[in-house]
């Protein structure tokens, strides 16, 4: 971003409707370059997706818990003038995620077990213990194979701010353009693990990258394997989880004059002359401003939840392209069973295809589910990071979990003829989630008021015009990428940001919407500004992954 000379900036006022990651990196960049920055917010809090919920009388990250692709973090906050280490307290993790497979045992006796750890040598070794020698090979020419489309498809792709299809050809070169023709004409992430891995559980396990962008590996492009680098390059624990880096930009954001103001719904976006030029309240109050953050799923904007003069800004976002929804469990419970767990846990079924038919071809709740366990209070080594592990009786001590299965994008049915979810099937499904836990070696038996569930009726109620869909619209296709909107809406003077927008859904996607919104708008002003100025120092920088990846945490 440019430095800009004093005056043209500090009037210019800004809403941003929205406090998710993307709404709060929008506020506090702009907030810092001297604009007049206000940011509505319905909820209570910050933080959109990145939630925590009270549980038992605990406080439960029960959105997002992965924290990956630092750099785009460290660039923010060394635009804000700090750094991340002296804001928040990050660990890198040592061990990225374990893995469990039910077997014939109802108890889990005979479930199997592996661990991906950040040491990728160490993983190989692992994966040959688990799979044979020559898995081991496999996974080792998969991440020479992922690193290369992580290179390749950076600087084009996750970098731009709204990438064409023909302008990211031209971007790639003949190098980059090998890289991806190597991979197949129109090849999905499930093909080309197949390609890769004998194995059906490797298959399994790495075809999981699909649903981070809420998406079916048989649908989604065989690119989704860069994340297994994104991974590599590092994993980290945030202390208090990612809730507190939801706070922590509120703080920056507020210490550089952005104002906050929550229970504040917007109800429309007030447009004049073409031009967005503030909002109007549900409440009634008219806010004017000069620019509009929009931090929300653009599908709202399309189907003119916000105004029917502001639906021309993005696209209607059509049900069969909605992502996946999720059904979650909050919990504070003790946990029994000899599978041990560390921060992040996956417990496969064994009919994974069957799950995203059920998803996305039949329209329920999957019967053979895979379920994912963010156990909050486990170490790397999975002891307990909050004290003993058992109470004075000799009873395992409640512990912070939070469980989730994918789910359909239904929260929003109805009529009679729309496929709705009821609370048999909700239930059934939990049952089912529950018994594959036990199968994999891990009880849990939750009762009120140790659990909270969420289900994509919920989530629809939390964001609105999404069917509860957490990631915008699935990246189905090659073309899927090239289908979200960009920073720069087509309504002038609105800009989008958010995992519904390019580059992506995910923490840290999300933010860099929330840097490319506000990169947008001071370019906008730059270009309508009687006094240009050149890039100064100062301002965003964000070094590649893999220079970031030798920095210590």
């Known amino acids: 971003m440019q430095h800009r000379p004093e005056g043209i900036a500090s009037n210019h006022r800004v809403l941003v409707v929205g406090s998710g990651i993307a709404g709060l990196v929008s506020a506090a960049l702009l907030a810092a370059r001297g604009l007049d920055v206000r940011v509505l917010e319905a909820a209570p809090t910050v933080g959109g997706k990145m939630r925590s919920l009270q549980v038992d009388g605990s406080a439960i990250e029960s959105g997002p818990t992965v924290f990956t692709m630092r750099w785009v973090f460290d660039a923010v906050f060394d635009a804000l003038g700090t750094t991340l280490e002296s804001e928040l307290d990050v660990t890198a993790l040592s061990v990225l995620a374990s893995h ?52 390749t498809l950076e600087t084009p792709y996750i970098r731009s701010p709204r990438p064409g299809f023909f302008r990211m050809v031209g971007d790639l ?54 994340i297994a680098q994104v991974e590599l390059d590092g994993v980290w624990r945030v202390r208090g989880g990612l809730h507190a880096v939801a706070q922590c930009l509120q703080r920056l954001a507020q210490a550089r004059g952005a104002r906050f103001e929550f229970g504040r719904a917007v109800a429309s976006v007030t447009v004049r002359d073409g031009r967005a030029c503030g909002v109007v309240m549900a409440d009634g109050e008219s806010i004017a401003a000069d620019s509009v953050v929009f931090n929300g799923d653009v599908n709202a904007l399309g189907v003119g939840r916000l105004g029917a003069a502001a639906s021309r800004a993005a696209d209607a976002t059509a049900r069969r392209d909605r992502s996946l929804s999720a059904l979650t469990w909050s919990m504070h419970t003790a946990v029994r069973g000899p599978t041990p767990l560390t921060l992040h846990n996956v417990f496969f079924d064994r009919d994974y295809a069957g799950e995203f038919a059920d998803i996305f071809g039949r329209g329920r709740l999957p019967r053979q589910g895979t379920v994912y366990v963010c156990a909050q209070d486990r170490g790397d080594d999975g002891a307990r990071l909050d004290g003993a592990p058992l109470d004075a009786a000799g009873h395992p001590r409640p512990e912070r979990l939070l469980a989730l299965v994918n789910a359909p994008a239904l929260g929003d049915a109805t009529g009679p003829a729309a496929r709705s979810l009821d609370d048999e099937e909700i239930q059934g499904c939990e049952q089912r989630s529950f018994r594959l836990l036990q199968a994999c070696g891990l009880q849990l038996r939750p009762t009120p008021p140790q659990v909270r569930r969420t289900s994509p009726i919920d989530f629809e109620h939390l964001f609105p015009c999404t069917g509860g869909a957490l990631y915008g619209r699935a990246s189905h296709g090659w073309m899927a990428q090239f289908k979200r909107a960009g920073s720069a809406s087509r309504l002038p003077g609105l800009w989008t940001a958010g995992g519904s927008v390019h580059p992506g859904p995910g923490v840290p996607m999300a933010a860099m919407s929330g840097r490319l919104a506000a990169e947008a708008l001071m370019a906008h002003l730059d270009s309508t500004s009687r006094s240009r100025t050149g890039a100064t120092s100062g301002g965003i920088s964000t070094p590649s992954a893999t220079t970031t990846a030798t920095r210590s945490p």
Do not use: I, K, N
Request: aromatic share 10%.
């Open 100 to 151: 469990s497979w039910r077997g014939d045992d109802p108890q889990g006796g005979d479930a199997t077990h592996l661990d991906l750890f950040a040491d990728r040598r160490r993983s190989a070794d692992a994966v040959g213990v688990f799979a044979g020698a020559a898995e081991a090979r496999a996974f080792e020419r998969f991440c020479d194979e992922a690193r290369r489309l992580y290179a």
């Open 173 to 226: 070169g003949p190098r980059g353009l090998a890289t991806l023709a190597a991979l197949g004409p129109m090849a999905t992430l499930s093909r080309r693990l197949a390609h890769h891995f004998q194995d059906a559980r490797m298959r399994q396990l790495f075809a999981r990258y699909a649903t981070y962008t809420g998406s079916s590996p048989d649908l989604a492009p065989a690119t989704l394997m860069l």
